[in-house]
């Protein structure tokens, strides 16, 4: 008997497939239709609780033993890499015209094995879609699920998961979950069926509930506190993360209730560094008196914020000399003067050593602002950060760019990192000129506060190696004079 002699002339077939996601099923079913040249509008494919055609030929076994039957001579049945590679995930989608999609490709490969490659083609087209639909379902699996710890009955551990998915894609990714958390007691739960591993035995169950899963355990906290730390602002754009990580996920992901706080704080950021951006654009003042006016408004920094007020520099215009130093401190703050504290006497006692009038300098500071924290009633001095140093720099090189000095005096790594626009060791920048930008020449020392909280032998060094530094940059101007 052959192939053709199988087929009932006119007949209709409904294949029953036994789950929603069997390929090899439907594989096997295609491959004798084909081989009995059943072409694709005699065929149904129907899922477990659909229904097939009215008038299909059913027999007493859904319809299986009425399928026709191959021939020993049926041809073999061509299908491309293509096609299979697509065809499997395209099984796994839910639209339930799929298996018919799939069973008409391959009938048309048959007769034309290259029509896998006509991009235009509205079947092709659609198994590419289903196709990529299902590969992005099962990595939202692969990222969404979470896993939260409830005690079984024997006060063994174990881990449920609760996850949506889209289309039939749980079994599939079975064997990425056991082999991701082998040594996990696990379970993810889902509308269209479960999964449950021991350790070493995989199971299956069927749908549940959303209120079978947990709700939260005692990790959460921590893996919310690690999630907070590696959120990068800088890299955040809202469209292309819902996106990647849809809302109707959120709910199922502990660190989505952190999510609106650390958009609206990276939101805010970005409003900052268009604000820095925006004050970088703007012109800088032109004169002395306009930088004075604009320190007083400015709060470019928090430490504007703590109540102090902005300190200018002081000096003439034209000043060969400019000396820098870290912040204002009490004194500077109370007076509204560069240089008045105790560090800024002692300075001027150096200075007058070498040979250095600090009247004919001009005097400012790396920022503008006393940093202070309260012990007690006391106002005590507070390293500013970097990051207040470089927003502090717009202002200090405004006052350069005005002044024009020929040797700038960097007092300790603050004023030189206020200057150079990066940390130095002041060890190994002391003692030589480096040159700035504009070709005036930067100078580095230690700021005179420090030789204040030394006593002993370690003062006396330190002041021959600050009295040298001073008595070094008083050669270079006479230098420069001549």
Known sequence: MTAMQNVSLGAHYVVHLPEPDDFAFWRERARGLIQCDVPPDRVSWVEPGGTG?????????????????????????????????????????????????????LWRLQSNSRCMEDKADPDVRRIEELDKSVRRDSHKMHAFVRFREVQRGDGAEHYVAWFEPDHHIVRVNAGFFMRRFANMSWSILTPRGCLHWDGKTMRESGPARREDAPSGDPVEALWKSYYSSIFNPARLKVGAMLAEMPKKYWKNMPEAELIPELIAGAQARESGMVAAGAREERQRPQSLDAIAQGLVTCRDCPIAECGTRSVMGEGAVGASFMIVGEQPGDHEDEQGKPFVGPAGQLLDEYLSQVGIDRSQAYATNAVKHFKFTWKGKRRLHQSPTAKEIDTCRWWLEAERAVVKPRVVLALGASAARGLLGKTVSIARARGKPIELEDGSELWVTVHPSYLLRLDGPAREEQVAMFTDDLAAVKTRLAELAR
């Open 53 to 105: 055609d009215l008038f299909a030929q059913e027999g007493p076994s859904r319809g299986e033993r009425r399928l026709p039957v191959p021939g020993r001579d049926a041809r073999p049945v061509r299908a491309s890499k293509r096609f299979m590679s697509l065809a499997r995930n395209a099984a796994l989608h839910s639209d339930l015209e799929r298996f018919s999609l799939l069973y008409r490709l």
